[in-house]
């Protein structure tokens, strides 16, 4: 059975943010197995809930732009409201995860690891005060390269992530330390909000990093969010089911 | 505020699988600490994967945390990485639950379920902050006790430990709160020692500082209590009727990986098979079947709870279960709960049958798992695990030919009387298996699992010596170089190094406690995780400790020598075991007295309590451990094989 392909936009934060993605995706597959939503499986020997995940959170950090698309039974989904799906979606959720929006979307779309070109953080820093901090950033970003020690398949590599790091600002002082916006690339290969702290001269320590969101640039450099949270749109015929 | 979760935060992103020390399962219990409650502190002894799936545990975490005057949380072990920065950030063993500091508990209490963990019990008292022997805790430091199946001999642990409980816990943790719960209340009366005392005459509960240990040489004498009102001999708790207790009702539903990652449903506990190799069977007798309706219940309303969508029906042989294809076919029929698979763990061969088979496909499959244990019908007499090599090709045929192709069979070796010619039937049994299979599908597959046999206390082996290490090594040897090139055969097996560890620590006396403390004083911490065993440790220790490992694991041991666990009972008489020791010399089977007259054990008798089985005669198909052909009633007969397999007896 081919089902509808359902959006979900979620957010994670507190004490479940030190799980992991492979975590989540189980967790995902519980809740909504517990919410009654009726996931298509896969077919075959051992058949998986087809739920497809956008790209990985690192562990540890928290995020108010989560998404997956799950095919879900198409009878079913023309029968429910979006706003009560959401609703016994984070009732179905650990604590510290909320589902935020759900919307269809048409079955030819590019998946979200594909879709997605870009991500806003909000990243805590120790190391600098704000001034430092700017002066860093400013340095940073007007040169033309930013190089970090990377693994791949176990050999270290040094990239340039320069070209990925669309923005940064720095935001001002902390508590214990600075706050950044950056908004990092995704692709060919995401940089992480660590990574760019450890290109900065002289490199800054992560004390807590949280995605505010995903976006979807087009080739004409429009730039939307795969889900807004604001405007939330109904799916199917918003009967109950 | 009494929670380090705000230290501990810090560190989280600096260590190895950090979701397991943030608990905030589904199914979590927030307690209520206050005066007139007693805190307990329940503790698995090894990594949270490992152990929160413990059921055990789970159990009592709900018993107590129902009752007004207690309060349970939960902690497990921390790996390595976050032990270094906790002991370098002078922050102790924490709960799970609220990350409460360990010490602050009235009650620190273990799960033993393996003698491997027992460094990391030490461990973690230490991190606890507290004295590893019992003798130097002060007044104000919580209490050290523990619970499972090894403490039906603590001994080497006895120095540690400051209470263990015998059999199951769900109503000797209720009285053992009460008398805490009193103490407190009433000043203290005595301080530490004085609630010990009180404790010692609670049933079940063993105080090992209550019991004077005499030696004659290298040879124990006796343990005998100190004091008129501590019992000469603790005997375990039973549960009478498991429909009492349909715990857990709201199993732990963790954020990350775990071992036995689904939902549990115990459908009854004990076995009186009679295997004599396994102490679980003697010691948790008699037969308690769990109703079948409560047994749909909990599994219906537990997948529903949870979203897990593969349930385990769990006890020690779960074909046994009276009626288990209904239970089975009510599952996976219920269409409330979506596409559910159910894995039945513990699979007796002789009870296995197509309709059990056709019932557990229909989901999606799990793996197939037998345990033969033996490879020839004679050391299966020996050991009492009475399947003839037909039970054994039938159950195979039925998997096969209902779609499975790959299964796994369990064996141990260093079994008594065993020989070359048993071993090497091991080999014989899996490659007929594989031939048989090929009947069926292209590319059959066998997995031989082979285990080092460790004996243990209150089992009619607990008198036999193990094998060494060489000799284990040996044998294994002979089966891989016997299967090396047998077609869709896979041999795996553990190192049998660990088996010299854990057969001293459990059929060791108090003077192996010296020997585990110093394992553990040089390192040796997650023996149960074989890239930390080191052989040489536990070697070098028992020669510090001056500990005679040949004289405690490898000697046989005679019927009049004390052993270290005579103090304890578990029901069953001595010379009821001695008895099943000698018929395994003769190579006598006994068989299953749940449905034969009673053999006066002792576990039924000397406690007042009988089997709960709904069903008077053993399930259909197979020999059901008589070892001969039973008609078969409505099953599919097993298909006769063309050519008779070499090494079938019967």
Redesign the interface.
Known sequence: MTGSRIRLRFSKHGKVRFTSHRDVARIWERSLRRAAVPVVYSAGFSPRPRIAFGLALPTGYSSDAEYLDAEIDPAWAAGIDNERLVGALTASLPTGMTALAAAEVASGEPSLQHAVTSCTWRIDAAGADATEASDAVSRAMDGSELLVERERKGRLTIDNIRPAVHAVEVQGNITDGVRLIAELATQPRAVRPAELLASLRPPLSLLRARRLHQWITTDAGERSEPLTVSELSVVGAGVEP | MSSL?HRLEPL??QVS???R??????GMRVPRHGPGVVSWLLTYPDTYEIGLPNQGLQILYEILNERPDAAAERAYAPWGDLEALMRAEGLPLFSLDTHRPAPLFDVIAFNLSAELTYTNVLNCIDLAGVAVRAASRHDSDPLIGAGGHCTYNPEPLADFLDFAVLGDGEEAVGDITAVLADWKASGRPGGRNGVLRALARVPGVYVPSMYEVTYDGARLAAVEPRYPDVPAVVEKRTVADLADWPYPKQQL?P???VVH?RLNVEVFRGCTRGCRFCQAGMITRPVRERPAEQVRTMVGEGL??????EVALTSLSTADFSGIERVVADTVNDAGC??VSVSLPSLRVDAFTVGIAAQIQRA??TGLTFAPEAGTWRMRQVINKLITNDDLYSAVESAYSQGWRRMKLYFLTGLPTETDADTLAIAELARNCVALGRTHTRSPSVTVSVGGFVPKPFTPFQWFGQNTVVELRRKVGLLRDDLRRARGVQLKWHDPAASLAEGLASRGDRRVGRVIEHVWRHGGTFQEWSEHFDLNRWQSAAEACGVDIDAYVHRHRTFDEVLPWDHLSAGLHKDFLWQDWRDALNEVGLEDCRWTPCYDCGACTGYGIEHVVASAVPPAGGSQGTGVDLSRGAEIPVRLLERPLVGAAR
């Open positions: 979760w989280l992103p699988k950090p979701a020390y943030i608990g905030a399962e589904d539903v954020l990350t990986e990652d529903r709870r949870t979203g897990y969508d979506g596409q999606r499959r």
